[in-house]
C-alpha cells in the first residue's frame, strides 16, 4: 500500500521557520519526484518545490525561493521541506505528492500518490 504521511506543521509567527517531513512507503522511492503543494481557503492547490529522489533536482516556486530548501533522505525514504522566515501569506495546507514521471513539476494532475496534509498557519 503507498503511503505519503506529512508531519512538522503548526502555528508559527511571521519570521519564524518550520520544517515538513513527507515518509514515503510502498513504491520505489528512488524512481520517484516528490513534491510539496500547499492550498489556501478558497484558493487552487499550487506548487511549492519539488526534489527528484534520483538525481536530487531540485525546483521552487518564486514565492518561496531563497526562503524554503528541499531536502531528500533516500535511506529513510523521506522529503523535508524547511521553511525560514515564513509569511502570513504562507499559510495553507501543505501536502506532499509522489510523481513517477513529471513534464511540469507544478501541475498537480501529474502526482500519483497524496498525503492527507499538514496545516502550517503563520501569524502576523
Known amino acids: 500500500e503507498v ?3 506529512e508531519s512538522g506543521g503548526g ?3 511571521a519570521g519564524g521557520s518550520l520544517r515538513l517531513s513527507c515518509a514515503a512507503s510502498g513504491f520505489t522511492f528512488d524512481d520517484y519526484v516528490i513534491g510539496w503543494f ?3 481557503p ?3 492547490r499550487e506548487g511549492v518545490s519539488c526534489i527528484s529522489s534520483s538525481d536530487g533536482s531540485t525546483y521552487y516556486a518564486d514565492s ?3 526562503r524554503f530548501t528541499i531536502s531528500s533522505d533516500n535511506a529513510k525514504n523521506t522529503v523535508y521541506l524547511q521553511m ?3 509569511k502570513p501569506e504562507d499559510t495553507a495546507v501543505y501536502y506532499c505528492a509522489a510523481a513517477h514521471f513529471i513534464l511540469n ?3 498537480s494532475y501529474e502526482y500519483d500518490y ?3 496534509g499538514t496545516q502550517v498557519t503563520v501569524s502576523s
Open 105 to 107: 513539476w507544478g501541475d
Open 11 to 13: 502555528l508559527v509567527q
Open 64 to 66: 518561496v525561493k531563497g
Open 84 to 86: 525560514n522566515s515564513l
Open 114 to 116: 497524496w498525503g492527507q
Open 42 to 44: 478558497g484558493k487552487e
Open 38 to 40: 500547499r492550498q489556501a
Open 3 to 5: 503511503q505519503l504521511v
